[in-house]
């Protein structure tokens, strides 16, 4: 079966650059020994200048002969194939220069063809799908056009956000001619709420969560049949998780309809070229489903500096307060893992509640730590976020449930207080920070460990590519 890659190396002249291999040493007290920070684009340049400006000047669209060539922007990639006032809306909230994987994933998308976007953390995948999106729907249809699938309510919100943003029109444009509606069908919702505004007036845009996606659509609430665009997002771990089975039921019925598109993204896709032939196989994706890898020589941002502590398994908590007092972040995540099921029923308070109880008590470096976790209802876990999201500065102690997706730029420094069970948790943990796609500003990423615990690390280093500096506390 023919399959088609699409990455970096083939679309651009020159070849990438290795991600720089950084000496492994000892350092203390908590001071990066980099050299000044340079920019890598993707393609393959590095550059001292101004990021945007890097990318302003290279490869400009070509233009009549004679005439001086025009910068690169998105309204360029877009101009065709996306309506005005949402390329307004656009630029207006800043995204004026494409980053590498809506420059390389555009084109292609908007030629129809159903891809598997592949991009580091931070890189941009959800303004990239969402342009698609506008491309495609047409607000004056009644019926819901795209359905974009994400894996959990805050991602869902986030996601929300952008496309009403986007689809926000000026009021004298709305009174001629109205602008997509948006729904957010997620877990922890009011179903009742969502089944009459589908009745009464089907939103263009849903975006969902499985499992209440699946309530309306056995309802007959939602009908594929009119849909023209399915994004998956995070689809790796959609396929992991609990409710594959509801996925594949959904893309199965998907599959039937003809003027369909679809789109996975993630920044981690194991054994993709293995996934886009079960999508083609599967009839998942049409035949000439595309993978666009941007940067697969280098799975995490280059802005990221990784460390790690060894410790005392007994010296965690004064092993983070020593490092939050050395680091002073102005915005930090705290990842622990999750609470086992033995421990719950041993009746043991969750390790995220005891770090944070000791947080409070001994570190005055903020006004309130923040907890985010899978347990807390849908209300507790909404006010943690907005109140994070609100706040110039913010620690949040959080489970995984923060480590996909979830877009709070302003994170600077990211603290894995237990490791992460994989690479690729490992990869997403630390894509929480770094998410200013034109800054080549350092963001930290640490790791606190146990002596034996320095070998699974290793292989993250291997796996991800990626170096860990040691630091002596
Ligand atoms: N063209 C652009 N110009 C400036 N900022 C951008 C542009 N595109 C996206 N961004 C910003 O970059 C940040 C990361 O984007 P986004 O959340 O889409 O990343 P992602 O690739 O989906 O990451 P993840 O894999 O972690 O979900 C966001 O704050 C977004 O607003």
Same mark, same amino acid.
């Given at each position: 079966?023919?399959?088609?890659?699409?990455?970096?190396?083939?679309?651009?002249?020159?070849?990438?650059?290795?991600?720089?291999?950084?000496?492994?040493?000892?350092?203390?007290?908590?001071?990066?020994?980099?050299?000044?920070?340079?920019?890598?684009?993707?393609?393959?340049?590095?550059?001292?200048?101004?990021?945007?400006?890097?990318?302003?000047?290279?490869?400009?669209?070509?233009?009549?002969?004679? @005439?001086?060539?025009?910068?690169?922007?998105?309204?360029?990639?877009?101009?065709?194939?996306?309506?005005?006032?949402?390329?307004?809306?656009?630029?207006?909230?800043?995204?004026?220069?494409?980053?590498?994987?809506?420059?390389?994933?555009?084109?292609?998308?908007?030629?129809?063809?159903?891809?598997?976007?592949?991009?580091?953390?931070?890189?941009?995948?959800?303004?990239?799908?969402?342009?698609?999106?506008?491309?495609?729907?047409?607000?004056?249809? @009644?019926?819901?056009?795209?359905?974009?699938?994400?894996?959990?309510?805050?991602?869902?919100?986030?996601?929300?956000?952008?496309?009403?943003? !986007?689809?926000?029109?000026?009021?004298?444009?709305?009174?001629?001619?109205? @602008?997509?509606?948006?729904?957010?069908?997620?877990?922890?919702?009011? !179903?009742?709420?969502?089944?009459?505004?589908?009745?009464?007036?089907?939103?263009?845009?849903?975006?969902?969560?499985?499992?209440?996606?699946?309530?309306?659509?056995?309802?007959?609430?939602?009908? !594929?049949?009119?849909?023209?665009?399915?994004?998956?997002?995070?689809?790796?771990?959609?396929?992991?998780?609990?409710?594959?089975?509801?996925?594949?039921?959904?893309?199965?019925?998907?599959?039937?309809?003809?003027?369909?598109?679809?789109?996975?993204?993630?920044?981690?896709?194991?054994?993709?070229?293995?996934?886009?032939?079960?999508?083609?196989?599967?009839?998942?994706?049409?035949?000439?489903?595309?993978?666009?890898?941007?940067?697969?020589?280098?799975?995490?941002?280059?802005?990221?500096?990784?460390?790690?502590?060894?410790?005392?398994?007994?010296?965690?908590?004064?092993?983070?307060?020593?490092?939050?007092?050395?680091?002073?972040?102005?915005?930090?995540?705290?990842?622990?893992?999750?609470?086992?099921?033995?421990?719950?029923?041993?009746?043991?308070?969750?390790?995220?509640?005891?770090?944070?109880?000791?947080?409070?008590?001994?570190?005055?470096?903020?006004?309130?730590?923040?907890?985010?976790?899978?347990?807390?209802?849908?209300?507790?876990?909404?006010?943690?976020?907005?109140?994070?999201?609100?706040?110039?500065?913010?620690?949040?102690? @959080?489970?995984?449930?923060?480590?996909?997706?979830?877009?709070?730029?302003?994170?600077?420094?990211?603290?894995?207080?237990?490791?992460?069970?994989?690479?690729?948790?490992?990869?997403?943990?630390?894509?929480?920070?770094?998410?200013?796609?034109?800054?080549?500003?350092?963001?930290?990423?640490?790791?606190?460990?146990?002596?034996?615990?320095?070998?699974?690390?290793?292989?993250?280093?291997?796996?991800?590519?990626?170096?860990?500096?040691?630091?002596?506390?």
């Amino acid at each position: 079966m023919a399959t088609a890659t699409l990455s970096a190396t083939q679309l651009l002249p020159l070849s990438l650059p290795k991600p720089s291999q950084k000496p492994r040493h000892a350092n203390f007290p908590f001071q990066s020994l980099n050299p000044s920070p340079r920019l890598f684009s993707s393609n393959g340049f590095v550059s001292n200048c101004s990021p945007i400006q890097a990318l302003l000047n290279s490869t400009p669209i070509t233009t009549e002969a004679g @005439s001086e060539p025009e910068p690169f922007t998105l309204r360029k990639i877009c101009q065709s194939h996306v309506p005005d006032h949402v390329l307004c809306r656009m630029e207006e909230l800043g995204f004026v220069v494409p980053t590498p994987v809506q420059r390389q994933a555009l084109p292609t998308l908007f030629s129809g063809r159903d891809c598997i976007l592949h991009a580091q953390t931070g890189s941009g995948k959800t303004l990239t799908y969402l342009l698609l999106v506008f491309s495609i729907v047409n607000a004056r249809r @009644s019926a819901v056009q795209a359905l974009i699938v994400v894996p959990t309510r805050e991602l869902g919100m986030q996601v929300t956000k952008v496309a009403r943003m !986007l689809a926000t029109k000026p009021m004298e444009d709305e009174l001629e001619q109205k @602008s997509c509606t948006v729904m957010a069908l997620l877990d922890g919702g009011m !179903l009742m709420r969502h089944k009459s505004w589908l009745k009464a007036e089907p939103p263009t845009i849903v975006v969902a969560t499985i499992g209440s996606l699946c309530q309306m659509l056995e309802k007959h609430m939602i009908k !594929l049949e009119a849909m023209r665009v399915l994004v998956i997002d995070e689809v790796d771990f959609m396929f992991s998780s609990k409710q594959v089975s509801s996925l594949r039921k959904l893309l199965t019925s998907y599959s039937s309809i003809n003027t369909r598109q679809t789109l996975f993204a993630s920044a981690s896709i194991p054994q993709h070229k293995i996934f886009l032939d079960k999508c083609i196989q599967q009839k998942w994706t049409k035949n000439d489903a595309i993978h666009v890898h941007v940067n697969p020589v280098e799975p995490m941002p280059s802005c990221l500096h990784h460390r790690f502590v060894i410790c005392l398994k007994n010296r965690r908590h004064e092993t983070l307060l020593s490092l939050l007092q050395s680091d002073a972040p102005q915005s930090a995540i705290v990842f622990v893992g999750e609470q086992s099921e033995k421990s719950k029923k041993a009746g043991n308070a969750p390790s995220a509640t005891l770090l944070i109880n000791f947080l409070k008590a001994s570190y005055e470096g903020y006004s309130d730590i923040l907890l985010l976790e899978e347990d807390m209802n849908f209300n507790s876990r909404a006010a943690s976020l907005s109140e994070v999201r609100q706040g110039g500065s913010y620690l949040l102690v @959080s489970t995984d449930i923060a480590a996909r997706g979830l877009d709070l730029p302003e994170t600077t420094h990211i603290y894995n207080y237990d490791l992460p069970r994989t690479a690729i948790d490992y990869l997403h943990r630390a894509g929480r920070t770094g998410r200013k796609p034109f800054s080549d500003k350092k963001c930290s990423v640490t790791s606190i460990i146990i002596s034996k615990e320095r070998f699974v690390l290793e292989k993250y280093e291997n796996e991800l590519m990626f170096n860990c500096e040691e630091l002596i506390v």
